[in-house]
């Protein structure tokens, strides 16, 4: 069984923004456990994102056959125009956190996302995490921490 921590810190980018690096469930079935199929994913956490989106070149390189994927659902960006995205429930993982299984959206044409962007649901909106932005980074709680500090 693995050890898990409570707790996950990322510091602030250089370019004031909070990047950071995740793991998230590549599509292989030959794993016995989530964890040992887990691939990096450098990621912006976003705190007004609403779902986890990872960009097409992403999903391919977790190996994700969009063709085979049904379930969709538009998202418009900043410049307005709807992007379509392919839905999907796997496992993500912050820092040395227990994984947890939340949606992610992956996106259904190459240049319909600019970066993977960390969303809150199933993760945040969960209330099984709780993240805190400030001018140092970006932390994130879970467990017997977060409740006795009145985070969840």
């Known amino acids: ?25 590549r599509a292989d079935n030959s794993c016995m456990q989530p964890v040992q199929c887990m ?16 960009t097409n070149e992403e999903a391919k390189r977790l190996g994700y056959n969009l063709d085979m994927i049904y379930d969709q659902f538009p998202v418009a960006g900043i410049n307005g125009q709807p992007n379509e995205f392919k839905q999907i429930d796997t496992w993500i993982q912050i820092g040395n956190m227990a994984p947890i299984f939340a949606p992610i959206g992956l996106a259904a044409t190459s240049g319909g996302l600019y970066e993977n962007l960390l969303g809150n649901k199933g993760l945040i909106g969960s209330g099984k995490i709780t993240a805190h932005y400030d001018a140092k980074g970006v932390g994130y709680t ?3 921490k977060a409740q006795m500090a009145g985070l969840i």
């Open 142 to 144: 879970t467990g017997m």
């Open 1 to 25: 069984m693995a050890n898990y921590e409570d707790h996950a810190f990322f510091p602030l980018g250089d370019d004031k923004r909070y990047h950071i690096d995740i793991k998230v469930l």
């Open 39 to 54: 691939n990096p994913v450098h990621i912006l956490a976003d705190p007004g994102a609403d779902v986890t989106l990872l």
